[in-house]
């Protein structure tokens, strides 16, 4: 059955109709008609508790947002995806991120194979290089165990990795040094490399295509880097393995394809970080950590597929975003974890988000006549209430927030935690209720400094809250967040797996580069603001220091 176009399904329109009606309701009014719905409007699901009534929303929204979930088939174009169907359709590839963390025993066949045997013999062949790498087994070419390990890669191969280590810090091994090289500006992989002892280091090359750029550039100045130290390319067997789709680009590179870890081209870039994409975190957190992580992402995927809508912890986040950007207008989403190890997940997200849902035709091809992905941005807090929070109190525009916070820390000091978590809850209800010029007055407020003191409210938030940070809890967090980007993506009728905007930078800058060289000069003919930046360019680089 064929499902109409957005703005034509009737829970749409009943969405419009209802909008007039509740769009402007204010949450104190809400709250206060209300006072039990800060109980009842939340989930729970695998050890993380939304909140989510501090959203502009009433009941009826809710029924009408999960009535335009089920006419716009989320629950059939799930399942499609977790039966490993073609859903990606303008890259033709199933979209099987899910399958890397199965268990052993279940299956599933793609393209007429079961993939969870190779999924499991390759992170059994991780498990085994990770435990030889932890134990000092694995000698670099002159003896010395490994003891650091440069992770290069970039997008999807970087931000994943590198969320996913400092999030876990604490469960690392302590006297293993990671860094991540990612921009092909060579300070990146200078700062990085430049202490480190060549005969303890392991460069892990993870491209799933093996030709992106940034990441050949900086693994060949790598590669220089190892050999001159070394003052052997016989070293490059000991200190460099692969993370890659490309078997014959990575032998072309020159890495034995013996020390290459594989994945599969059903595993986008952006859903990459449970793949091998993932053996820096396996090298840092060891087998067993992992293997907690990827089982927080499966229980997650589990509630996903098996959770009624109502109690649907993805499909309600992302139905609360589909409401708060096509009904409220909010063009921008902030994440503030109150936890400082998930420093990079803003990061994470916004390339999680913007990328698969920063889409302007439908999956038929057909310009979209609705709004689709937000901005998505954010800092751990409390940092950002000290900077950008104000515009979020009083700013001109609304920006949702999530507000991410944990009971216990993983470092208890004095009252640290108590005064940070305190600093989540109080967020949010000011957010959400502000401060009429009433109590500003009050509070003994000189009359002409009154209005700039009032705060509106009625800002929506998301409060998530759980225990503490673990492994597990961070694979049903990132789960979580993965099925809220799709639910959204289905509702916009979108492709959320391609990149095209992604795949057009890769070939954008390659036709400049020569334009760069001041010995050759060649003719410009880009457009007259171009061609003026190149030749500025050629100056600057000219000039004598
Ligand atoms: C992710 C994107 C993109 C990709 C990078 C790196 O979904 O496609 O961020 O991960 O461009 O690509 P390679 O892994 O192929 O080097």
Redesign the pocket.
Known sequence: MSIPPLRQRSAWKSLETHHVEVGSRHLRDLFAEDPTRGERMHVEAEGIYLDYSKNRLTDETLRLLLELAEESGVARRRDQMMAGEHINVSEDRAVLHVALRMPKDAQLIVDGRDVIPEVHAELEHMSRFATQIRSGEWKGYRGKPIRNVVNV???????GPVMAYEALRHYCQRDLTFRFVSNVDASDLVEAISDLDADETLFII???????I??LTNARSARAWLVEQIGTEEAIARHFVAV?TNHEAVAAFGIDTANMFSFWDWV?????MDSA?GLSTMIALGPTYFAELLAGFHAMDEHFRLAPFERNLPVLMGMIAVWNRNFLGCASVGVMPYEQYLKRLPAYLQ?LTM?SNGKHVTIDGDHVDYQTGPLYWGEPGTNGQHSFYQLLHQGTSVVPVDLIGFAKSLNPLTDHHDILSSNVFAQAEALAFGKTDDQVRAEGTPEHVIAHRVMEGNRPTNVLLAEVLTPRLLGSLIALYEHSVFTQGVVWGIDSFD?WG??LG?VLATRIIPELDTNFEPELTHDSSTNALIRHYRTLKRKED
């Open positions: 890669g970039i997008g999807g191969s970087d931000l993870s491209s799933k295509t093996f030709t992106t940034e990441t890659s986008g870039g952006r859903y990459s994409i390339q990328e990149q992604v795949e890769k």
